[in-house]
C-alpha cells in the first residue's frame, strides 16, 4: 500500500468554488431598502450623508412606513415631535403615490422646521 504524505486539497478546493458561487449568485439580490417602491426618475442625483436619518417612505397604495416600520400620519407626527431640526430627513415615495399624500408628509416636516429633506429619485 501507498504512504500518503500529503493532503489531497482538490475536494476542498472544489467545495470552496461551489460556496462562493452561491455566495456571489445571491449576494446579487439584496437591493437598498426591503420596500417595494419604485422611484421617480431624475437627471441629477445628491450624495446622502452617513450620519444617522429618518427614512420615510410611502408606497404605490399611500401606506406611510418610518424606518421599514408601517404607521399612521398620526403616529409619524408624534415620531416627528421628538427630532431636533438638524436631523436629516430621507424620502422615498412611489411614483404611483397621490400627490396629497406627498403633500400631507412635506407639511408636517415643515411645521416641525425639519427642513433638511433629500427625496430620493432614480437616474433616468
Known amino acids: 500500500m501507498k504512504r500518503m504524505d500529503q493532503i489531497n486539497v482538490i475536494p476542498f478546493i472544489d467545495i470552496m468554488l461551489v460556496l462562493l458561487a452561491i455566495v456571489l449568485t445571491t449576494a446579487t ?6 420596500l417595494e417602491i419604485r422611484l421617480p426618475e431624475s437627471k441629477e442625483q445628491a450624495q446622502q450623508d452617513a ?12 401606506n406611510l412606513y418610518v424606518d421599514a416600520e408601517p404607521l399612521s400620519l398620526e403616529q409619524l407626527t408624534s415620531q416627528l415631535d421628538g427630532l431636533s431640526s438638524d436631523t436629516p430627513v ?17 407639511d408636517e416636516l415643515k411645521a ?10 432614480q437616474r433616468s
Open 29 to 34: 439580490f439584496i437591493s437598498e431598502g426591503r
Open 51 to 62: 450620519e444617522r436619518r429618518l427614512e420615510i417612505a410611502i408606497d404605490a397604495d399611500g
Open 90 to 106: 430621507v424620502l422615498r415615495v412611489d411614483a404611483a403615490t397621490r400627490f396629497d399624500r406627498f403633500v400631507a408628509i412635506i
Open 112 to 121: 416641525r422646521q425639519l427642513e433638511r429633506l433629500s427625496i430620493l429619485t
